[in-house]
């Protein structure tokens, strides 16, 4: 049994959030009333960088408290290496009760390593969801056959749905406008938003009720604002009162929520005036939608008598593109509309409560911010250098003493299994926008320089120019020769991090998996 001050921990995932979409952040609109709320209990990081552009590497990143470049999952078919050891694995050997909501496939599905140390997960997206057994309304004796069918079918469908991640043919085939309805809606690729908040919010209650002295880490994944969009009606109508009544707009959305191939292409032209607006007024109806259906839990989160012992941190994994510097989606580039995220963190006992904090922090030090509250460090092994997590505890930044200089960075790998799908139907777009190279961002202070691995670096003075508009590398040529020597020092240190014998990731061939093959040959898959 552990001391009875090491503290429960919430960490909420904000998939596929902006950080302006927030009014603690300065949105005009008022699209968060109750994660705003949270916010003035909470310490506000006001340049919160995540690691990555896109959900895997970022959220191996937040687990491991390592940048993608060291723990190289970096793709949907890659698998965490078992040596480096996740929030959950670390808190689970220290006597935590590890539970996981999580409403991302890619996250809950994939067999990429991420539930590594969780005792239970419940996964609300996927074809069979996984839900706590008091979530259901069914009678005891019907409710046990359910779940155990259920299980037999989360057997059946969890290697066809890792499948996907793997087959560049299978990838393809969903992106058909024609099964992009079935998987995005029938098969669940949100999730449940709705549902999975209830889960935590009774599960947690039940915690707090039962006074339980073993202390619990509970993980909330969210996606909401993530495409297709289709908010409930009171949200369209008040963030996009002129939906209903312009058929142009309906025909245009209805078309753009099916093509999911377009949701992370590059832009040949830019969007229309009323197509830039119905996106963006669709994704502010998603986050106000979203917003509304947290307002119980976070309400909880700040009762005095949970929140005196509770760590509780909310976070962006990454951004969303909607047309900025001609990308949509989440797949290519390392500019702040996908690597500024929403951060904020309500620590034990109201420590710093109210404050907020200008200095650009990374979201990987949301590992070291945890495991410090729980008392635990991370020694030096046979494979892996030691982690120094208190201090690296955002709390010291918060304090004013932050440890890493204001310097932190971001990296863009772009997912293969999308290239793979340019390279059949948009090979021009691939050169002209550099989709195959890597990107990496370094940012101090105000001051980011964005590198396209071989081509260019852009630099961006972040106070006067927060949307990167105009690149300064040719005017100021000593900072961003500085910032270009800090971005290769921290090229070789996270490349010395990583494991000894670095295991290879492989993919998986379908056609010697005879199994699978049958297995998809019986549901229609594939003839």
């Given at each position: 049994?552990?001391?009875?001050?090491t503290?429960?921990?919430?960490?909420?995932?904000?998939?596929?959030?902006?950080?302006?979409?927030?009014?603690?952040?300065?949105?005009?609109?008022?699209?968060?009333p109750?994660?705003?709320?949270?916010?003035?209990?909470?310490?506000?990081?006001?340049?919160?960088?995540?690691?990555?552009q896109?959900?895997?590497?970022?959220?191996?990143?937040?687990?491991t408290g390592?940048?993608?470049?060291?723990?190289?999952?970096?793709q949907?078919?890659?698998?965490?290496?078992?040596?480096?050891?996740?929030i959950?694995?670390?808190?689970s050997?220290?006597?935590?009760k590890?539970?996981?909501?999580?409403?991302?496939?890619?996250?809950?599905?994939?067999?990429?390593?991420?539930?590594?140390?969780?005792?239970?997960?419940?996964?609300?997206?996927?074809?069979?969801?996984?839900?706590?057994?008091?979530?259901?309304?069914?009678p005891?004796?019907?409710?046990?056959?359910?779940?155990?069918?259920?299980?037999?079918?989360?057997?059946?469908?969890?290697?066809?749905?890792?499948?996907?991640?793997?087959?560049?043919?299978?990838?393809?085939?969903?992106?058909?406008?024609?099964?992009?309805?079935?998987?995005?809606?029938?098969?669940?690729?949100?999730?449940n938003?709705?549902?999975?908040?209830?889960?935590?919010?009774?599960?947690?209650?039940?915690?707090?009720?039962?006074?339980?002295?073993?202390?619990?880490?509970?993980?909330?994944?969210?996606?909401?604002?993530?495409?297709?969009?289709?908010p409930?009606?009171?949200?369209?109508?008040?963030?996009?009162?002129?939906?209903?009544?312009?058929?142009?707009?309906?025909?245009?959305?209805?078309?753009?929520?099916?093509?999911?191939?377009?949701?992370?292409?590059?832009?040949?032209?830019?969007?229309?005036?009323?197509?830039?607006?119905?996106?963006?007024?669709?994704?502010?109806?998603?986050?106000?939608?979203?917003?509304?259906?947290?307002?119980?839990?976070?309400?909880?989160?700040?009762?005095?008598?949970?929140?005196?012992?509770?760590?509780?941190?909310?976070?962006?994994?990454?951004g969303?593109?909607?047309?900025?510097?001609?990308?949509?989606?989440?797949?290519?580039?390392?500019?702040?509309?996908?690597?500024?995220?929403?951060?904020?963190v309500?620590?034990?006992?109201?420590?710093?409560?109210?404050?907020?904090?200008?200095?650009?922090?990374?979201?990987r030090?949301?590992?070291?911010?945890?495991?410090?509250?729980?008392?635990?460090?991370?020694?030096?092994?046979?494979?892996?250098?030691?982690?120094?997590?208190?201090?690296?505890n955002?709390?010291?930044?918060?304090?004013?003493?932050?440890?890493?200089?204001?310097?932190?960075?971001?990296?863009?790998?772009?997912?293969?299994?999308?290239?793979?799908?340019?390279?059949?139907?948009?090979?021009?777009?691939i050169?002209?926008?550099?989709?195959?190279?890597?990107?990496?961002?370094?940012?101090?202070?105000?001051?980011?320089?964005?590198?396209?691995?071989?081509?260019?670096?852009?630099?961006?003075?972040?106070?006067?120019?927060?949307?990167?508009?105009?690149?300064?590398?040719?005017?100021?040529?000593?900072?961003?020769?500085?910032?270009?020597?800090?971005?290769?020092?921290?090229?070789?240190?996270?490349?010395?991090?990583?494991?000894?014998t670095?295991?290879?990731?492989?993919s998986?061939?379908?056609?010697?998996?005879?199994?699978?093959?049958?297995?998809?040959?019986?549901?229609?898959?594939?003839?």
């Open positions: 049994m552990m001391n009875a001050k503290p429960n921990i919430v960490f909420i995932v904000l998939d596929t959030h902006r950080f302006d979409r927030i009014s603690t952040y300065g949105y005009r609109r008022d699209t968060t109750n994660i705003d709320d949270f916010g003035r209990h909470a310490t506000v990081f006001e340049n919160g960088i995540s690691t990555a896109w959900t895997i590497p970022s959220h191996a990143a937040m687990f390592e940048y993608p470049t060291t723990h190289q999952t970096l949907a078919h890659h698998r965490l290496d078992s040596r480096i050891k996740t959950a694995t670390h808190l050997k220290h006597g935590y590890t539970t996981g909501f999580c409403n991302n496939p890619l996250v809950g599905i994939l067999d990429n390593g991420l539930r590594q140390g969780f005792q239970t997960f419940y996964n609300y997206g996927g074809a069979v969801p996984s839900v706590p057994k008091s979530s259901s309304t069914l005891k004796p019907i409710n046990a056959i359910w779940e155990w069918y259920t299980q037999q079918l989360r057997k059946l469908s969890y290697p066809i749905q890792n499948a996907f991640a793997h087959s560049d043919f299978l990838f393809q085939l969903s992106m058909n406008p024609m099964f992009v309805p079935l998987w995005s809606k029938l098969a669940n690729f949100k999730g938003t709705a549902r999975s908040l209830q889960d935590t919010f009774n599960y947690l209650k039940e915690e707090t009720r039962t006074h339980n002295d073993r202390p619990h880490f509970t993980f909330v994944n969210l996606m909401e604002p993530h495409l297709p969009y289709s409930p009606d009171t949200f369209v109508d008040k963030y996009a009162p002129y939906f209903k009544e312009d058929r142009e707009v309906r025909d245009f959305m209805r078309k753009y929520n099916s093509q999911a191939f377009r949701w992370l292409l590059p832009l040949e032209e830019r969007w229309k005036k009323m197509e830039s607006a119905v996106l963006n007024d669709l994704y502010d109806a998603e986050v106000a939608y979203q917003d509304h259906l947290l307002a119980p839990l976070l309400e909880f989160l700040t009762r005095e008598d949970v929140a005196e012992n509770t760590l509780t941190i909310i976070a962006g994994d990454h969303e593109g909607l047309g900025e510097h001609s990308f949509m989606g989440h797949s290519f580039v390392a500019y702040q509309e996908l690597v500024h995220v929403p951060l904020m309500k620590f034990p006992n109201n420590v710093a409560a109210g404050d907020r904090v200008a200095q650009p922090v990374s979201t030090r949301i590992f070291h911010t945890v495991l410090d509250a729980a008392g635990i460090q991370v020694h030096e092994t046979d494979t892996q250098p030691a982690t120094d997590v208190k201090q690296l955002l709390l010291r930044t918060a304090q004013g003493n932050d440890p890493e200089n204001e310097l932190v960075f971001a990296e863009a790998y772009a997912p293969n299994t999308f290239l793979s799908m340019m390279e059949t139907h948009t090979p021009q777009l050169e002209s926008f550099y989709c195959r190279l890597n990107r990496r961002a370094v940012v101090q202070k105000t001051e980011k320089l964005v590198r396209i691995d071989g081509v260019q670096d852009e630099l961006f003075d972040l106070a006067s120019d927060p949307h990167e508009l105009h690149d300064l590398s040719a005017e100021d040529t000593d900072t961003a020769k500085k910032l270009a020597g800090k971005l290769d020092a921290f090229m070789t240190q996270a490349i010395a991090r990583r494991p000894d670095w295991q290879t990731h492989h998986l061939n379908l056609e010697e998996d005879e199994n699978l093959m049958n297995q998809l040959r019986g549901l229609g898959y594939i003839e």
